[in-house]
């Protein structure tokens, strides 16, 4: 474990030092959650469009619930494993770029923006890939961008981000199926 946790912060430090100055507003931008907000309008949209009013308002309920899954998990995970993050670990935080003006919580494991923007990806992806062939790609990249973001700035280590996405998925698809047996129940 000791070997891996070694890694996880070699690896952490080399993306990390990949970035400069000039991309740092890029990186934040991606990494803020208000960034997101065209993006959820655009499914939103699409949602609404493909499903109606009524399967749109379960859907927001589902998105609502997966969002609050996904938070609670992660903070479990923080308080229960207690894996300082690299912006308050001794060990890394004197040779690494912190670009935010602050670090964060104390605690860093797993990555909660990860793992929510790979939850949403998933889910849409499975609800549009046969109506949007292209959107699963997108969806995966922006995902993927978030998680690299939270590296890039500072803030958790790839095993973090690793572990987000593999949360996410899990519950993106689990939700899906859910959203799926509610609109059946309802017969919406």
């Given at each position: 474990?000791?070997?891996?946790i070694?890694l996880?912060?070699?690896?952490f ?6 970035g ?30 493909q499903l109606?009013?009524?399967k ?20 479990a ?9 690299p ?15 602050y670090c ?7 990555s909660?923006?990860?793992?929510n ?9 499975l609800l ?6 292209f959107?699963p790609?997108?969806l995966l ?13 500072g ?11 593999f949360?996410?998925?899990?519950l ?17």
């Amino acid at each position: 474990m000791n070997e891996i946790i070694t890694l996880d912060k070699e690896v952490f430090l080399f993306l990390n030092h990949l970035g400069s100055e000039t991309w740092d507003g890029f990186w934040m931008f991606i990494t803020n959650k208000w960034g997101s907000i065209p993006l959820y309008i655009l499914l939103l949209i699409f949602s609404f469009r493909q499903l109606g009013l009524k399967k749109t308002g379960v859907l927001l309920v589902c998105i609502a619930l997966l969002i609050t899954a996904t938070d609670q998990l992660a903070n479990a995970f923080k308080y229960g494993f207690e894996r300082l993050r690299p912006c308050h670990d001794l060990s890394v935080n004197n040779s690494m770029r912190l670009v935010k003006s602050y670090c964060g919580g104390k605690f860093g494991y797993f990555s909660a923006h990860a793992a929510n923007a790979m939850a949403v990806a998933v889910f849409f992806a499975l609800l549009f890939n046969r109506r949007i062939p292209f959107l699963p790609l997108l969806l995966l990249i922006w995902a993927l961008m978030v998680g690299y973001s939270r590296i890039y700035i500072g803030v958790h280590f790839p095993g973090d981000v690793l572990t987000g996405f593999f949360m996410g998925a899990a519950l993106g698809s689990i939700f899906y199926a859910l959203f799926k047996v509610v609109l059946q129940k309802l017969k919406v």
